[in-house]
């Protein structure tokens, strides 16, 4: 010890650490960090300081060899709450920054996904499946790639304006919203789509946990009790609710229902999509929560991209107004991405028409 430096960490959640991360050299430093930023605190990690500042910025910029530049090193810096945990949080911060770095084509080295695999899924999409092949091929080589962590939350800070969302990997889980109703309660869902698909299971862990906190009331028996209601359920609120009558004292029951999610969710699997007002009639997304369950791909389609499909294939506009209008009273209609009033097929076909020539004026 008296050869070399030692450290004296305050563990008070205000003592600053550093996670060195590699960027390409020839993205623009402030992209760069303001990337990185978002991405940190859109969705803040639990070991993660929210009272003191999360600052990014590049830390080497040159080398003394002659070498070609092709990255260039920054550092994020945050205040862990739990220093002990500070290396899982660095990891944690590390695998974030790598999503948020991809999704804004600033990580040259992934490799994605020929786009000719995702034309299937676009063409089964109920509003354009009748349209003709050249129409999807546009579709699907103007749309963009957005690829999310496991656990990371989608939102207006990671999502574009104005695009529609397709699933063509992983799992989208949306929490529905409860309506108070003559009736009682009622889930509101996000959309009428994730009906026809099998509902995935909780994961082990995810029951375990609720088995660690139903096991502080019941004892041991919660770890045979929790599997066994499980079975079946996708949803974490109704697995909380279906343990809760096990608890006969009605303030632990209470208490016990705290950790429960506020209301019900539903999946997003591949092929499912979630946007389409805002794609075709401009209407902001709904505000609801969205976390990918597993690392998720997206395929982002804007309305310049629509314009250009519309363009080369004039007659499908009035095609796609008519399915688009029967698609709304079918899956949107009385859910959370609802219009604000039933849509005619002429209003339709008008906002169609606007937004091809507004595409087609912004080219020129």
Known sequence: MAERLVAVIPLDG???????????AAAPPNQISEVVYQALTNQL????????????WLWEHGREDREPLHSLLYQAMY??????????TDSEILRRIWYALQRAQLSPHYVAPKRESYL?????????RDLNPAFHKILVQRATRLLFDAGERLSHENLPEHCLFLVVKGTLEVEQQLSDTATGLKAIAFTRRPDHHVPVPLENATVE???????YYLGPAAFDLAPQAAQGISSLYWLYHKLAPEILIETDRAEFLQASPPCPSEQLHIGDCFGE???????PLAAVKITARVETELLAIAPSALAAALECSPDSLTLLAEQFTRYQEQYLAGTLQRPAMPLATEFVSDRLRALSERARTERV
Request: net charge positive; with cysteine.
């Open 120 to 128: 299937e899924f676009v063409g089964a999409l109920e509003f354009w």
């Open 277 to 283: 007002l805002s794609l075709l009639l401009g209407e």
């Open 209 to 215: 946990k609720v088995a660690q906190r139903l096991a």
């Open 79 to 88: 205040c862990p709450l739990d220093y002990h945990a500070a290396r899982r």
């Open 14 to 24: 205000r003592t600053y650490r550093f996670v060195p991360f590699l960027a390409p």
């Open 45 to 56: 990690i639990p070991n993660i300081n929210p009272d003191r500042p999360i600052l990014v």
